[in-house]
């Protein structure tokens, strides 16, 4: 009953961009914040963003603040991540994840306090 299906990810050269969608089915989406988190190789899972489901909240980690967009359209049940600048320790699997109220809990990055998760969609970036 529950689908995140992330797409967008693929190669890129340093300082290029890339557009992430995550798309929700299965009352997985409505209603719910939503977040993109990233795991690199022998590394330990980040958060990279999270949105509240009225948009009026947004949240980033410090390395993508200025770099990264998340936004939402809830009439087609999808999360974006607009990637911009991107360099080669962007490189990592990039997970969306639904939280588990309408609201961005605190700490967002703590993985505790979302609920689904996406397969996973592969960002390489070269340089």
């Known amino acids: 009953q529950v689908q995140l299906v992330e797409s967008g990810g693929g190669l890129v050269q340093a300082g290029g961009s890339l557009r992430l969608s995550c798309a929700a089915s299965?009352?997985?989406?409505?209603?719910?914040?939503m977040g993109w988190f990233r795991q690199a190789p022998g590394k330990e899972r980040e958060f990279v963003s999270a949105?509240?489901?009225?948009?009026?909240?947004?949240s980033y980690a410090d390395s993508m603040k200025g770099r990264f967009t998340i936004s939402r359209d809830n009439a087609k049940n999808t999360v974006y991540l607009q990637m911009n600048s991107l360099k080669p320790e962007d490189t990592a699997v990039y997970y969306c994840?639904?939280?588990?109220?309408?609201?961005?809990?605190?700490?967002?990055?703590?993985?505790?306090?979302?609920?689904?998760w996406g397969q996973g969609t592969q960002v390489t970036v070269s340089s």
């Open positions: 299965g009352r997985t989406f409505s209603g719910y914040a």
């Open positions: 994840a639904r939280g588990r109220s309408p609201y961005v809990r605190s700490p967002a990055a703590e993985s505790n306090n979302w609920y689904y």
């Open positions: 949105m509240s489901w009225s948009g009026g909240l947004t």
